[in-house]
């Protein structure tokens, strides 16, 4: 009978530690389930920001090849081979792939720093990138007053893409490279170039590499040329344009519209400055893309390719700097 009890209560115990251990067990496969979503969030965040990141040019760690550009301003008519000339020496070089305020803003800003530490052994060049040559070196020619005197400045004759053994991408607006013995210990892909964001670390890449404590932005500025304007004006931003260039470029418009609607952005953008260097922005980004066949009709393009030419220098010039004088 002792015996018969003992066994009753061992079986009436089974139930409850089967369904314990079941528990448990469906509380660990939960655990390392949510362990592999939080490995697989992880992992997809990663390669997100991996795929986000704009390459041009030679990378940190790789040899910065040789090749050859075409003189302008002293260097007139001349072949010029910075990476060789440089040698073992540091060696800046800032690509312009699109001309226009932001570009030239932090290609005077930093070719000026770059100058002032020639020095210490930093060399420097900038180079222009332009679909036609000729349009570049004769661009160069009107544009030079925006431009840091005494540094080495061309063109690529081999247009949009650059010198082809470099790799750059045409999609950026500046590439900076500095490189130390002939190979790139700094890259910097720029697709919208801020003086407040990308000149900082620029400059201290720089420092890192030959000596020196970084200035502080407002000397950078003030020793750039930029001294007369506000450093909000650096960056500031341009007249939205949304509302003027959509209408233009819709695929329905007729051509009898985009005549009115173009007109009017005219007559617009020569009352107003901010509007035409902004225009010019806008088309040339767009023409320079080559993609100019994905806005609007045929027609529309026909302006914004007119607008590219015609305003594009107009995109450089800084707004004439009205505050109350000291």
Sequence with gaps: M?????????????PGRILQRQ????FLRFAAACILLVVFIIFC????????????????????????????????????????????????????????????????VLSQYAKERSSDGLQAGVIFLDRDPL??????????????????TSYSPEGLEGPGELGLNRRVMLTVLLAKSGVVVANFAMIQPSLNVDLPKIVASVCDAIGGEPPK?????????????????ATAEAP????????LIRLDASPVEVDRIATDIEEQASRDDAIRRELG????????????????????????????????????????????RR
């Design 45 to 108: 965040i990663a390669s997100d920001a991996q795929e986000d990141k704009v390459y041009s040019g030679p990378q940190e760690g790789e040899v910065l090849p040789a090749f050859t550009v075409q003189g302008v301003y002293d260097d007139a008519e001349k072949e010029l081979d910075y990476v060789t000339e440089a040698g073992k020496e540091p060696l800046l070089l800032i690509f312009v792939h699109d001309v226009n305020r932001q570009s030239i803003s932090m290609t005077r």
């Design 2 to 14: 002792v015996k018969l009890v003992g066994v009753m209560n061992i079986e009436l115990h089974l």
């Design 135 to 152: 349009e570049a070196e004769s661009r160069l020619q009107r544009i030079r007053h925006a431009l840091t005197p005494g540094v080495r």
């Design 23 to 26: 528990k448990t067990m469906l």
């Design 281 to 324: 922005r806008i088309a040339s980004t767009i023409v320079k893309s080559g993609k100019l066949s994905n806005y609007g009709t045929e027609k529309a393009r026909e302006y914004l390719a007119k607008w590219a030419k015609e305003f594009a220098d107009e995109a450089i010039r800084e707004p004439e700097d009205k505050s109350p």
């Design 240 to 247: 939205n344009l949304r509302a003027l260039v959509g209408p």
């Design 217 to 233: 932005i407002e000397d950078l500025l003030r020793d750039g040329g930029m001294s007369g304007m506000r450093t909000a004006n």
